[in-house]
Each structure stands twice: as structure tokens, then as C-alpha cells.
């Protein structure tokens, strides 16, 4: 994602609206859930007496000495991190802005040189693979701009701190003797295994459990090296979305044109329909041309409720939410891919006063619907699948487009009601 706040906020979208949360588990290919805010964790054990234990438990698990001396070396818990994991961000975050930053002019052009820089390569791993190489590139651009923005943690001191703290102890407990292995095994020393705060790692931000379980050593040097080999990195992100169901015989979704009295109850994840039944609704390609003829199903997402864009997402679209359970993440790398094959910008009209709300003014939406007998659950500023439903019954009660999204204008009336 964005090299500035890739390791701090992730956007976390359910049917057809987002707000951001701060990254929950560490950016992976596994998907994550978003986290919420919490009592600080107190530890009872000094971090010397943890890592003790820790040590005894890891030389359980194979790992010798040798690999403990080395890699724990002059460690300790690191406490921007744990301000990191705490730090909740006050805005939600619009779709169009998200967008503006994922997918701009300069992200655009370097893809397609480095499409040019890498052909015969990328066409090995896109044949080998099955993953077409203009969406390798899309995921490679927003992980880490390229190779640019890989962090610099210690991957090693990263999990431990994050280890250590109650909070989520045993997910980092694993990815840190995850992270152990992967140095054991030779496939880099852990004073060069640098990566996020939350110990994602090299050009494709892998955590340790996802590294181990997907990286490729496609240059046959023994290593399977995120960090320096593009081989490796190519080969690494398109064995994951193979092993996953990716096929290139489809692309990820398109931009379509709704009719004026669609259904809103359709849109969201939650409905997988053929293109036929979506023909038959009214839906229709972006220029007004009728959707494929194709046997495939879709779903309709609104990420910018139903005054923004409307896409019907296909099979590898739910393949990218695996790498990162987001929706609008997942929209980015789909259109950063299709800009890169040389496709034009989206073609709905942008709103003009979009603005991001505030966390208090969801809170707010929240509330003022619970009062109204609208099950939310606690009010907490952070729309989740309740919330969601609330909002959609709400509108339409009030007979509004039931999109289930919290804008101003929904907080206007909820105010006046």
C-alpha cells in the first residue's frame, strides 16, 4: 500500500463502505481483521524472563542455539511499535482519496517501464503460474512501491515486541518462531531480515507463516529471497495466488452502470450472481453496453455507497481480499492492473463534497440509530457488519438507497429524525 502509512492504517471495508483501523495482525497474504481499541495490556514477566521461556520453547521447535544467539542478539521490545498497534486514526477514509494515492500518474508509468525492464522474466512467472504479470505488478507496486518501501524493523525484534505484549501475544508468538526458521534455514541472516512494524517482510510484505508457506526459490540459489531476487519475489506472489484458486482465464471485475430502480438489497459480498441474472437486472458495462456473455459469477460492491462507483467483482477479486482483507485494497490492485495494460481511469463521476467522517460522527450515526430501535451494536465509531445492517434498515424505512453506507448526508437526517 501507501509507503507513508502501509505499516500504520489499514483500511478495513465490509459490503459497501470503509473506515480505517489501525493494522491488527501484520500485513499478510493471509488476510487480517482489524483491531480495536483495548485496555494497554499489562505483562507481569520482565521481557528477559519472557524471552527465556520463549527460548525454551523455540529450541522445542528445532531452533538451535546458534539461531537464538544470532538472531536475539542485543533485541529488546521496541516501544514505538507498540504505539504503532495502538494508535487508532480519527478519519475514515474516502474512496476517492484512496484511490487517488493507490493508483496515480507516477505509479502508473513506472509499473509499465518496469513491465518493459521485466518482460521475459514476468512472462516466465505469469506462464509458469497462471497469474497474469500486469496484476504481479499491481501487488508489487502498492506492497512496497516497487522494492522502495520495504521497512526497517528488525523483523526479529518486531514479533518479539509484539510477542511480548498480552495484546496478541500468541498470533506474534507464532510468526516469531516463524521467523526463526526462515533465518535457520539459511535463507537470510536476521540483522538483514528488515520489514514493517508489524513484521511484514521484503518487496511483498509477507509475514513470517506466509513467507514459509508460499516463498519460491525461482533463481535455484537456495534462498527464497523476498528481499533482493525479483525471481524470487514474482515467483513468491504468484505461487500464493495460485495455490489460492487465481486463474488467468478471467480478470478481477469491472466498472458497470446501475439502472435507477436496482435492487439495493443485491449489492455487497454476500450475493454471487451469474452475469445473466445481473443482465437481467439492469446492471450493464460502464459504457452501457451489455455485461460478457460469459458463464462466470459476480458480486456488486459499492465502496462509495450508491452515489460512487459500482463494480461487479469476480473470482480473483475475492483472491486479493486473501492477500489483504480490505475492499478497497482490492479494488486498487484490480485497477492499478487494468491501468497498467493501458485501460483509462474510472468512469463514474466523482462526488465533488465527499468528506471523510469523523470516528465520533460514526459513533454519532451510531447512537442516533440505536435510540431509534436499530441494532448497531456498541457504538464504538467503527462500522462493522451491524452497523452496517442498521444503516440499511434505516434506509429503507426512510426510503432512502438501502447501499448501507455512513455518509454526511445519513447523519443529517439521522440528526432531524
Known amino acids: ?20 483501523l489501525v493494522l491488527s495482525t501484520a500485513v499478510c497474504a493471509e488476510g487480517t481483521s482489524p483491531a480495536v481499541p483495548v485496555a494497554e495490556s499489562v505483562q507481569a514477566q520482565s521481557f528477559e524472563q519472557w524471552l527465556t521461556e520463549f527460548k525454551s520453547e523455540a529450541r522445542t521447535k528445532g531452533i538451535s542455539d546458534k539461531t537464538l544467539e544470532e538472531s536475539f542478539r542485543g533485541v529488546q521490545p521496541i516501544p514505538q511499535i507498540i504505539e504503532y498497534d495502538r494508535r487508532q486514526p480519527e478519519f475514515t ?21 518496469l513491465e518493459q525492464k521485466h518482460r521475459v522474466l514476468l512472462d516466465q512467472i ?10 504481479l505488478l499491481a501487488f508489487w507496486g502498492l506492497e512496497s512501491n516497487f522494492g522502495e518501501h520495504t521497512g526497517g524493523f528488525s523483523v526479529i525484534a518486531a514479533n518479539a515486541t509484539l510477542a511480548y505484549d ?29 520489514g514493517s512494524w508489524a513484521g511484514a517482510m521484503g518487496h511483498l510484505q509477507f509475514i513470517p507463516s506466509t513467507y514459509t508457506r508460499y516463498a519460491v526459490d525461482e533463481n535455484g540459489d537456495g534462498r527464497q529471497d523476498i528481499w533482493q531476487s525479483l525471481p524470487d519475489v514474482f515467483g513468491s506472489a504468484a ?10 482465464k478471467y480478470t478481477w471485475g469491472r466498472e458497470v452502470q446501475l439502472p435507477s430502480d436496482f435492487n439495493w438489497d443485491l449489492a455487497g459480498l454476500e450475493t454471487n450472481l451469474p452475469l445473466a441474472e445481473w443482465q437481467i437486472q439492469g446492471v450493464r458495462s460502464i459504457d452501457g453496453t451489455n455485461l460478457p456473455d460469459a458463464m462466470i459469477e459476480a458480486s456488486l460492491i459499492l465502496p462509495a455507497g450508491h452515489k460512487g ?6 473470482s480473483n477479486y475475492r483472491k486479493i481480499l486473501n492477500w489483504n482483507r480490505s475492499i478497497l485494497y482490492a479494488i486498487a ?27 465520533s460522527e460514526v459513533e454519532e450515526i451510531q447512537s442516533l440509530l440505536a435510540k431509534l430501535g436499530f441494532d448497531v451494536g456498541e457504538p ?24 448501507g453506507y455512513p455518509d454526511e448526508e445519513l447523519l443529517n437526517k439521522l440528526r432531524a429524525s
Not at 502509512?5 to 459497501?16: D, F, N, T
Not at 477514509?93 to 517501464?113: G, M, N
Not at 496478541?168 to 531480515?193: C, N, P, Y
Not at 462507483?309 to 469476480?314: R, S
Open 309 to 314: 462507483p459500482a463494480f461487479l467483482v469476480y
Open 333 to 359: 490492485v484490480g485497477h492499478l492492473s487494468d491501468r497498467i495494460a493501458g485501460a483509462g481511469p474510472l468512469q463514474t463521476v466523482r462526488q465533488q463534497d465527499e468528506r471523510a467522517l469523523h470516528r
Open 126 to 135: 505469469s506462464q509458469k503460474y497462471g497469474v497474469q504479470k500486469r496484476f
Open 93 to 113: 477514509r474516502t474512496f476517492w482519496s484512496y484511490l487517488d494515492r493507490a493508483v496515480d500518474p507516477t505509479r502508473i508509468k513506472k509499473a509499465q517501464e
Open 380 to 403: 464504538d465509531g467503527i462500522v462493522g457488519q451491524k452497523t452496517r445492517e442498521g444503516i440499511r434498515a434505516y434506509q429503507k424505512k426512510v426510503g432512502l438507497p438501502g447501499d
Open 239 to 248: 505461487n500464493y495466488l495460485g495455490q489460492i484458486g487465481w486463474t488467468d
Open 166 to 194: 498480552t495484546r496478541r501475544s500468541e498470533f506474534f508468538r507464532t510468526q516469531l518462531l516463524e521467523a526463526l526458521k526462515i533465518v535457520q534455514a539459511g535463507h537470510i541472516s536476521a540483522d538483514r531480515m528488515t
Open 1 to 20: 500500500m501507501f509507503p507513508t502509512l502501509r505499516h500504520v492504517i489499514r483500511p478495513v471495508i465490509s459490503g459497501g463502505f470503509f473506515i480505517s
